[in-house]
């Protein structure tokens, strides 16, 4: 009669956390940063079509790292309980905080009770009235949730990107200024030599996903969407400028 060895509860949960760290470092980074007009979210992402940045609701974007159809369904699943939550309510019910209560609920669940957990980490950003009202939440493969301050980094060598956030990001920059921080952090793990899958200078417009949650949308675009995605050619334009106005 065969024999089933006994695991315990301690080490099925780390290896589990194992696993999913691994898959999530296999991406590109993406970066959340936050500056005077919004937030900007910016992918290291060289596919057109395939996004890891996207709209949630009125005032609040996501983003993701990780395997693409499992951050795809949940980006899905975010939608629907915000439209949900804001037709049955009031648009302005409808919350960044929320909406990571929920996704760390479903994350949680997933990472105890299924036998693989989700190989993903997400970014719920939302712009408010000042920068100091801007809210970015980080969310893990295992239910844990964090209020990040300002800025945070995700995916791929994800440490190095962040060390070099927390060295060149100020409160109140412009968007070219934050777009250069982004991409000279993104850059970091390619020019330390930890990574050589891609060479530095190749981090360009090209291969840049972008998009911003305008703080004065109403009067800017007329518009409660706050979310805009920027062209390469609106990227490109950001980065000759050198970071200036």
Not at 151 to 158: E, N, P, S
């Amino acid at each position: 009669m065969s024999q089933q060895f006994y695991v315990s509860p301690e080490q099925v949960m780390k290896d589990r956390a194992d696993f999913a760290r691994k898959g999530i470092a296999r991406g590109r980074s993406v970066v959340v940063l936050g500056y005077g007009g919004g937030v900007a979210l910016v992918a290291e992402n060289p596919s057109p079509t395939l996004h890891k940045i996207g709209e949630i609701y009125d005032r609040i974007g996501f983003a993701a790292v990780g395997k693409y159809n499992e951050f795809e369904s949940l980006r899905q699943a975010g939608v629907r309980y915000a439209d949900v939550r804001g037709y049955s309510y009031d648009r302005s019910d409808v919350s960044a905080r929320g909406l990571a209560s929920v996704y760390a609920q479903s994350l949680g669940t997933v990472f105890t009770a299924e036998q693989k957990p989700f190989e993903v980490e997400l970014a719920v950003a939302e712009v408010g009235a000042t920068q100091a009202e801007d809210h970015i939440f980080r969310l893990t493969f295992d239910g844990s949730i964090a209020d990040e301050s300002g800025y945070l980094a995700m995916g791929g060598k994800a440490e190095i990107v962040q060390q070099k956030l927390a060295d060149t990001w100020e409160p109140g920059a412009t968007l070219a200024q934050v777009l250069k921080w982004a991409v000279d952090a993104l850059q970091a793990p390619h020019q330390d030599g930890s990574d050589s899958s891609n060479g530095a200078e190749s981090l360009g417009a090209a291969n840049l996903e972008m998009a911003v949650l305008e703080r004065n949308v109403v009067e800017v675009r007329g518009t409660h969407r706050a979310f805009r995605r920027l062209g390469p050619d609106a990227v490109q334009q950001m980065l000759a400028s050198g970071g200036g106005d």
